[in-house]
């Protein structure tokens, strides 16, 4: 229940294209859900964050879909760009901001 | 704003040593940090909730007695890994959060190499 499952495990994509990653939990007590960008060899850097009572949330070029009934969320990263190349997390958490788990990461590569 | 260093950023030790690293956060004070694990190609694996003023909460399966955490001040969190083996050779990263703020953000520090020969 604890899980947060990932999809898919590596992802290439073309500049200027759009890179769909996707997340599913199984915990309705997760009140918190949040992407993660991480670079080779550093810490996680946030993204961008939900909340399960809004369905769709932009910042820039991304995009958090949410589907509370269906319990899943994607991240949408719109005209993609070589420097996004890395590796992105979603996660989940309760209890303001207590327990987070980490889904397994998409590696995500765009091609120049 | 809200954020968290590491130290230090990589370190080599032979086996059977102690090594101590230290997580602070530089502009607000954190009363809970959490330490994590992350192996390559892997996710974060959370090890241990680390309360000022008190005992580590660890999770299951991590050795308590190997994964030594203090949280001796509101800013600054260490986790000493004890008698090391090849096998805990991974990367380490802290978080914090920020009660200042309303978000549930977890802030991150930037990591730690841990290499055991």
């Known amino acids: 229940q604890q899980q947060v499952k990932q999809s898919p495990q590596s992802l290439i994509v073309q500049k200027g294209g759009i890179s769909i990653i996707n997340c599913a939990y199984e915990?309705?007590?997760?009140?918190?859900f949040p992407w993660y960008q991480q670079f080779p060899g550093k810490g996680p850097a946030l993204l961008i964050a939900i909340r399960p009572d809004v369905s769709e949330k932009k910042e820039g070029r991304f995009t958090i879909s949410f589907n509370k009934s269906a319990k899943q969320f994607s991240l949408h990263i719109m005209d993609s760009q070589p420097g996004d190349s890395a590796t992105y997390f979603c996660a989940a958490s309760m209890n303001y901001g207590q327990n987070f788990v980490f889904g397994p990461g998409t590696r995500l590569s765009v091609l120049p | 704003g809200a954020v968290v260093s590491q130290h230090p950023s990589w370190v080599i030790c032979k086996s059977g040593t102690s090594v101590k690293i230290e997580c602070r956060s530089l502009?607000?004070?954190?009363?809970?940090m959490f330490w994590y694990r992350q192996f390559p190609k892997q996710s974060l694996m959370l090890m241990a909730t680390s309360n000022e003023g008190s005992k580590a909460t660890y999770e299951q399966g991590v050795e308590k007695d190997k994964f030594l955490i203090n949280h001796a001040s509101l800013t600054l969190s260490t986790l000493t890994v004890t008698s090391a083996h090849p096998e805990d050779s991974s990367f380490y990263i802290c978080?914090?959060?920020?009660?200042?703020?309303?978000?549930?953000?977890?802030?991150f520090g930037p990591g730690t190499r841990l290499t055991v020969l």
């Open positions: 502009d607000f004070q954190a009363t809970t």
């Open positions: 915990n309705t007590a997760f009140d918190y």
């Open positions: 978080s914090a959060r920020d009660p200042g703020r309303t978000s549930d953000e977890q802030f």
